[in-house]
């Protein structure tokens, strides 16, 4: 079975820098995914990471190491608007090798 | 374009009914799913199809059935409502050519039963 642990809740300032960890235990790897989750909204795409190393894509970047089973989240220049919770997914290979395991998410508050 | 719709918004039903959530994508993606939001336990597979025809059960499929009878729509039916199914409905596709890709998430269906 898969095993995601993220933080519950993280508040960090306008402009600032906010890493967002995950750490996860799976039989199996297939690659590791970052939503974004606004509140009452579907969840959105941000990153997918199957190799080690940093993806990174404007102001959002992700990474991985698979030997520690690790993966962070990091935003930079926070706004206002990035207030919202962050999932973390994990991807097995069995059953498919598409199917998503997520973690209860990080709700993240941007303050002023 | 729409993406993926679901229907209805939100939905309050009693116990002991009969209920089909719909979910309709137009991306001609080859897999859907379903999954429930609760708060302090995420999202959870209910049940997917990796291709019309095929159906298969994922983390909490007890109480639920699918049906894939082609590409682009994938209802969810509670055969008998239980309170312990009040949660948010999600219904997500993807590409799925073999491995692991994006998902695309519909709005979500707010059911509440009493």
């Known amino acids: 079975g898969q095993n995601i642990d993220q933080p519950t809740e993280m508040t960090a300032t306008e402009g600032a820098i906010v890493q967002i960890n995950c750490t996860y235990q799976t039989s199996g790897f297939n690659g590791l995914f970052w939503y974004q989750q606004h509140a009452g909204e579907a969840p959105t795409f941000l990153s997918y990471n199957v190799l080690d190393g940093l993806e990174e894509k404007g102001r959002f970047s992700s990474f991985l190491s698979r030997s520690k089973g690790y993966s962070y989240l990091l935003l930079k220049e926070l706004q206002m608007k990035d207030s919202a919770s962050y999932l973390c997914?994990?991807?097995?290979?069995?059953?498919?090798?598409?199917?998503?395991?997520f973690g209860t998410g990080t709700q993240l508050k941007v303050e002023l | 374009i729409a993406g993926i719709t679901q229907a209805p918004t939100s939905q309050i039903l009693a116990a002991g009914r009969r209920m089909t959530l719909r979910c309709t994508q137009d991306?001609?993606?080859?897999?859907m799913y379903w999954y429930r939001q609760d708060l302090g336990l995420g999202l959870r597979l209910i049940h997917y199809s990796n291709t019309a025809g095929t159906t298969g059960k994922g983390e909490v499929p007890d109480g639920y059935s699918v049906s894939r009878a082609n590409t682009d729509d994938f209802p969810l039916t509670l055969a008998s409502a239980v309170p312990s199914q009040t949660s948010v409905y999600f219904c997500?596709?993807?590409?799925?050519?073999?491995?692991?890709?994006?998902?695309?998430f519909g709005p979500g269906t707010r059911l509440t039963v009493l």
């Open positions: 997500a596709s993807s590409a799925y050519l073999g491995g692991p890709d994006t998902q695309y």
């Open positions: 997914a994990v991807c097995p290979i069995t059953g498919g090798g598409n199917k998503l395991t």
């Open positions: 991306m001609r993606h080859n897999a």
